[in-house]
């Protein structure tokens, strides 16, 4: 890119990327992937706790605004916290939004080439399963060839670059500017027998997408069973040490407060949580103790220690 000065890992996606000239505390990177971004000091030691359940969905919105805007977005240590993925819905609008400006510049019926975690998608099963929908819309088209190591739907499964049908875009050309509007415009399965069940699943966490007649839902549902969540809450309290101060130990109970109301929304912040796993792990060293926050963040499928 021009005004390249230098290459280095992107902090979001780890492929090689553009250093671009930046005079504040913060990296100004180009990558082919997730687009131009600059992103704080502060910022970049975050991302390093948060490993990579977080980086796919700041790498989704800095494509999207490069991409739609040709500016850079600015990523803070608070957008990092308040970072959190959006519906399937949601997903399956951005991702025909993105294929049809691309189809534009292409040339109508041409084929896209794009990356998975443009739109929001943990792995290539869920972007799979996005594109699988669209196709029974009739939406896009594409071409799906299985490796000989690997069985339909997983990773080893190749994904020809997909197409906008015609009827989309003509439906896009008049404009579509929201996730409402589009599922207004497309769910509209006439044939009752033409049902579609997705079950997307992420260690504890279930992605459900069912389309029935002209009703679709997009649901996340946590899966955490509240009985189980509440003995570990309480193992990880009872198991402090004795020799801790009562404010630590009220801060302690406060922070586990926090962690069970947000588990139990529906777009928990992981980030968060995990953050406030990490601080709790350095109030006491007992084994008992991290011990049992371990097992806490392991249910969480949050990997802190």
Do not use: W
């Not at 951005?94 to 739109?119: A, D, M, P, Q, V």
């Not at 050309?173 to 997307?200: P, R, V, Y």
């Amino acid at each position: 890119m021009l005004n390249s000065i230098g290459r280095a890992n992107c902090y979001l996606c780890e492929k090689s990327a553009d250093v671009l000239p930046h005079q504040e505390a913060a990296a100004h990177l180009y990558c082919e992937n997730c687009g131009e971004y600059i992103i704080t000091i502060q910022a970049i030691t975050v991302l390093e706790y948060l490993k990579n359940d977080i980086k796919y969905i700041l790498s989704s919105q800095t494509f999207e605004k490069y991409y739609y805007e040709k500016t850079p977005l600015l990523i803070q240590s608070e957008h990092i916290h308040n970072a959190k993925d959006v519906t399937l819905l949601e997903k399956l609008y951005k991702l025909s939004k993105y294929i049809f400006c691309e189809t534009k510049i292409t040339g109508l019926g041409s084929r896209i080439s794009i990356r998975c975690s443009r739109f929001y998608c943990r792995n290539n099963e869920e972007y799979l399963h996005l594109l699988e929908t669209l196709k029974s819309l009739n939406i896009v088209d594409f071409e799906e060839i299985d490796s000989p190591s690997g069985a339909k739907g997983t990773y080893n499964t190749i994904i020809g670059s997909p197409k906008l049908l015609g009827n989309a875009i003509l439906v896009f050309e008049k404009g579509i500017e929201s996730a409402e509007k589009f599922k207004e415009t497309f769910m509209h399965i006439k044939n009752d027998t033409n049902q579609i069940e997705l079950h997307i699943k992420d260690g504890k966490n279930q992605f459900n997408f069912a389309i029935n007649g002209s009703n679709i839902s997009a649901t996340q549902n946590n899966t955490f069973d509240i009985k189980e969540l509440n003995t570990l809450l309480e193992n990880v309290f009872n198991s402090l040490p004795q020799d801790i101060s009562n404010e630590e130990r009220n801060n302690v109970k406060e922070n586990l407060e926090f962690i069970k109301s947000e588990t139990q929304s529906p777009n928990p912040k992981k980030a968060v949580i995990k953050s406030i796993l990490t601080t709790l792990g350095g109030i006491a060293k007992a084994t008992g103790f991290l011990a049992s926050l371990a097992k806490l963040a392991e249910y969480l499928n949050l990997y802190v220690f």
